[in-house]
């Protein structure tokens, strides 16, 4: 883990190796100036010597300002250090999660990346500032000062090293009881970040079913948890001052006692007892930040945890060694095509699928919820792999093929349209990056979208919010066609894309692809049937297991499934009709 995490500093690791090297000459200068304090007095104040009160004033002020310049010139290496190797790690996440498939994709959740990208590496960038900084400072300075206070007094000095036992252990039991509740703290905040996205992206949907004191209730519920978890850390780590300050305090105590009485015998000068002081002190001034360290590391110990999960996440679909770069047509086969999510359940969502499409053929794919339409079509441009059986494209199996090239030439309208923030222009790019403004006006035009963009204030240049809030669902899905149609594809899939467009448009957009498309294989899941009824065959799908597949006509005398859906359809239609009448 460490290994993973390190490895991400790049380019600025001169910065976090300077770091150190600037702290350890900070301390070196620290380290001197009570030495010097106890020349001035031993050798300037209790002589009345002046001259060298001046000398050794003179000394530690060079010393002292040294010492703050190493201080500056540390502070900020370990801020571009840490900063730096933060921006690294969000970058090299984002990166990886680029290349997830949907199955890698499905471990995490939304919040919980969020949360990773986020506060867990915000968290790790503290601990790698303190750590350079606070972890090279505080070690140095309390081996150093015990150097001192051996050539100052050996007996004296085991005081302090049984005082640095029983507080080393104070640390260790608190630093164990408290990781376990840091760990938790975080597992929370995904559902903290969860619940909050969840609400404002759905705000529209809570108004409208008037659920905000609900959501209010469960938004509390998670706030309550991370803080009730986290006055317990804080609880646990308040024995942390107690314990360090006890201890101190014992320490001065001791040594004053004992050192008064060796200034009294004359084995020691107030100079030294002076200078024994404030070494004793920083002492445990650096145990108290190895302390602040160690909780620091705590906290960060289960975000890193959580951080490297995603980093060494391996995707588990990736372009094989020698990848087929040419698609030769639209031609799709399933054969004997097994398919589950979760691998080594037993539990298939697709079975003995035996598929095959001709190319520039028409299908349209029914079935009920869960039948598993929507896998099915994954499979082609390969967000999915298959269990079993192989999935050929072109006559060659998806997995041969160069995943860019693959999903350029298999372009899927998904069940959940997405459009980003930015103009409708910058959206339709998606599907070609150079396209021309007159491409994206006749995509527009197959997927009958050109009529409402033309009314729009700024036309192809209105900016679409975040979601996509300022366009209807219909306007939406006609929009992500078009996006598809840009890339000009051998094979286009809508998964139930027209679902919230009127049948008169939805008929007009099929009839554009009949006329202007015509070598395209196109796929289109529906639940209405007349979406699909012209199509040139008709795949039924039910359990996983192809029921049907056959003409609109074949089906209504051969498939019971079909018929049902067809009736229960029609004469829906009927009643509307009726009450019109």
Known sequence: MIKTLLGKIGEYRKYAILTPVLTAAEVLMEILIPYVTAMIIDRGISQGN???????????????????????????????????????????????????SFSNIDKFTTAGLVTRMTTDVTSIQNAFQMTMRIAVRAPLMLVLSMVMCFTINVRLTLIFLCALLVLTIGIIAIMRSVMPVFKKMFEKYDEFNASIQENVTGIRVVKAFVREDFEKEKFGKAAWMIYSLSVKAESILAFNGPIMMTVIYSSMLLLSWFGAHFIVIGTMTTGNLTSLFSYVLSMMMSLMMVSMVFVMLSMSLAAAKRIVEVLNEQADITNPENPETVVADGSIDFDNVDFAYRHGTGENTLNGIDLHIKSGETVGIIGGTGSGKSTLVSLISRLYDVTGGSVRVGGKDVRSYDLEVLRNEVSVVLQKNE?????????????????????????????????????????????????????????????????????????????????????????????????????????IISQRISSVQDADRIIVLDNGRINGFDTHENLLRSNGIYREICEVQLHSEADFDEKMN
Do not use: H
């Open 50 to 100: 002046m001259g060298n009160i001046f000398l050794y004033g003179g000394i530690m002020l060079a010393l002292a300002f040294i010492s703050l310049y190493f201080g500056i010139k540390a502070g900020k290496t370990a801020a571009v250090a840490s900063t730096g190797f933060s921006t690294n790690l969000r970058a090299a996440m984002y990166r990886n999660i680029q290349t997830f």
């Open 419 to 523: 459009l980003f923030s930015g103009t409708i222009l910058e959206n339709l790019r998606w599907g070609k990056e150079d396209a021309t403004e007159e491409e994206c006006r006749k995509a527009c035009v197959l997927a009958c979208a050109d009529d409402f963009i033309s009314q729009m204030p700024d036309g192809y240049n209105t900016k679409i919010e975040q979601g996509g809030t300022n366009v209807s669902g219909g306007q939406k899905q006609r929009i992500c066609i078009a996006r598809a149609l840009l890339k000009s594809p051998k094979v286009l899939i809508l998964d139930d894309s027209t679902s919230a467009v009127d049948t008169a448009t939805d008929a007009r957009i099929r009839k554009a692809f009949r006329e202007y498309i015509p070598d395209t294989t196109k796929l």
